[in-house]
């Protein structure tokens, strides 16, 4: 198994979409994401989803994005 990570160079809602699309087209197994934001999330989430990856969030929930579950401490 392999883990990379990316992250935004900004705390920005749409530089964290883009890192997400990016690892999206490279057909990944799965992602972990801490949300930004949950709503901004939402769609790029689902567009993994349906490309069947699988992701989960940690630190900081999307609880209305296709998310299989949160991860909190």
């Known amino acids: 198994?392999?883990?990379e990570?990316?992250?935004a160079k900004a705390f920005e809602v749409p530089q964290e979409v883009e890192?997400?699309?990016n690892v999206i087209a490279r057909h990944v197994d799965g992602i972990a994401?801490?949300?930004l934001d949950d709503?901004?999330?939402a769609p790029v989430i689902e567009e993994a989803t349906k490309a069947g990856i699988k992701v989960v969030t940690f630190d900081a929930p999307a609880p209305s994005s296709k998310a299989l579950t949160y991860i909190a401490r």
């Open 1 to 3: 198994m392999k883990a």
């Open 5 to 7: 990570y990316r992250a």
């Open 19 to 21: 890192v997400i699309e």
């Open 33 to 35: 994401i801490s949300a």
């Open 39 to 41: 709503q901004g999330l």
